[in-house]
């Protein structure tokens, strides 16, 4: 098979071949899982980012795509993330031509709906996204999915599924990681015939759920599909045991500086409760964690935040700006006919937390709990950051000095005057609401 090519399946490598995995998040530790399972022969040197260096994912190095040495070039690079156009630009840019582009989904040159984003989806009105799930319009029409973490049952989630799961006069369903090819979801549409399908995501796996909605809405026979996404307990978190420290991190309100600093700190002081995930926020120190277990409590729990305009704008001007292939650039040009600021704020506003790009998700959307309130028992604002998170770690035993990565050259203010109108800071107004309410910011 041609290098470059889409692939679902490893019949083209050879056996006992070298191979490596570019992409270290979900999709890439699905590949890896994968491949143990079904290609044991073949040996998997590493893990391979545009981004980062050094540490390691699931037992495997992970490597720079600049600092790839000669036995690594010459194996073959299995592409898994969903930026697998920018990896394939990058890759031919190094004039580097052996590597396969894997979707775990199978048909790959015919499934394109099932690789967009859930914002794409939403916005295309393949999906309703609610707040409130249409309890009482279940009949014997509507099939619920719960899409689920591995090995968990409904009736472990009791607490957070709306309505409690005892939903009656519908169909149930089961979908996860170990659903492969959406089996479980497709006998019970074609045994019953149903409508139409409410999909209750719970903890379940982002890239699975984009791929079970795009299975469902290629389906004819279904008309609507609505989505329900509450908060979780199981957060994206850095867990520091050695000092008692959870730190919640959230993109461009400081992270990246954050997490390097407590790695250089504490590298011998962390524990992972789950699968660590790719995050730049401490490379691999970024795992899932169930923050409602009681071995937390007394826990020191903080977040760094940010005023939503700020944060924003600085995101606008450092994904945006990258080129017209980059990020979410296509979709915004595609919907609005070009990417200025205010394109993508609008792009940005059209995108509910429960489909949005984690970038431009609500902070408050990655700290909410279920029942109200937030995971954290500290708030540090990016504005005062020096003077806040010095006592803060110096109650945990931390020094907290740092070097500040990916800084910002702008402050709020300046940032509200070069880039906003009174329309726009309407937009995010409303889009953001949650962060100004919770976290403490006014209202422009």
């Known amino acids: 098979m041609k290098y470059g090519k889409e692939v679902s399946s ?38 391979v980012d545009s981004e980062k260096n050094g540490g390691s994912v699931a037992g495997k190095p992970l490597r720079n795509v600049a600092d790839l040495g000669p036995e690594e070039l010459n194996a073959t690079i299995l592409v898994a993330s969903i930026y697998y156009r920018q990896i394939a630009l990058e890759l031919q840019r190094r004039n580097i031509q052996r590597y396969y582009i894997f979707f775990e989904y199978g048909n790959a040159g015919k499934t394109k709906e099932l690789r967009l984003p859930l914002a794409e989806l939403h916005l295309d009105a393949r999906l309703e996204v ?56 497709r006998r019970e549409l074609e045994r019953r015939g149903y409508r ?7 903890e ?47 993109p461009k309100c400081g992270s990246t500086s954050i ?20 995050g730049r926020s401490g490379g691999a120190l970024l795992c899932y964690a169930d923050v409602s277990d009681p071995r937390y409590e007394g826990f020191v729990s903080f977040a760094v935040v940010r005023s939503p305009y700020a944060r924003l704008a600085s995101l606008y001007n450092s994904r945006m700006k990258r080129g017209p292939e980059s990020y979410v650039f296509p979709s915004v040009r595609a919907r609005f006919g070009g990417c200025t600021f205010a394109d993508f704020c609008r792009y940005v506003a059209s995108c509910p937390d429960a489909v949005s790009e984690h970038h431009f998700k609500s902070q408050s959307s990655f700290l909410s709990m279920p029942g109200g309130g937030l995971c954290t028992n500290r708030l540090v604002h990016l504005e005062n950051l020096s003077s806040e998170i010095g006592p803060l770690f110096a109650e945990a035993g931390i020094a907290s000095k740092m070097q500040h990565r990916n800084r910002s050259n702008r402050k709020a203010g300046d940032y509200l005057a070069r880039y906003y109108d009174r329309q726009l800071i309407d937009l995010v107004n409303e889009r953001y609401e949650q962060d100004f309410v919770q976290l403490g910011y006014p209202f422009r």
């Open 10 to 47: 490893f019949e083209m490598l050879p056996r006992e071949s070298a191979v490596l995995i570019y992409g270290a998040g979900g999709a890439g530790l699905r590949l890896l899982e994968r491949l143990t399972s079904v290609r044991p022969d073949l040996n998997v040197l590493c893990f």
């Open 130 to 185: 609610v707040d409130e799930p249409p309890l009482d319009a279940l009949d014997e029409t509507w099939l619920t999915v719960f899409n689920l973490p591995v090995g968990k049952t409904p009736d472990e989630y009791s607490d957070l599924a709306p309505g409690g799961v005892a939903l009656s006069g519908c169909g149930l369903a089961l979908s996860c990681l170990d659903d492969r090819g959406f089996e479980s979801v």
């Open 259 to 278: 997490g390097f600093m407590l790695r250089s700190q504490l590298e011998k002081g962390f524990a992972f409760n789950t699968s660590p995930h790719r």
């Open 196 to 202: 139409h399908v409410l999909i209750l995501d719970i």
């Open 204 to 250: 379940g796996d982002s890239d699975h759920l984009r791929g079970l909605i795009g299975f469902i809405r290629a389906r004819a026979d279904v008309g609507r599909v609505v989505l329900h996404r509450g908060p979780g307990r199981v957060k994206s978190v850095i867990v520091a045991e050695s000092v008692r420290l959870l730190y919640f991190p959230i």
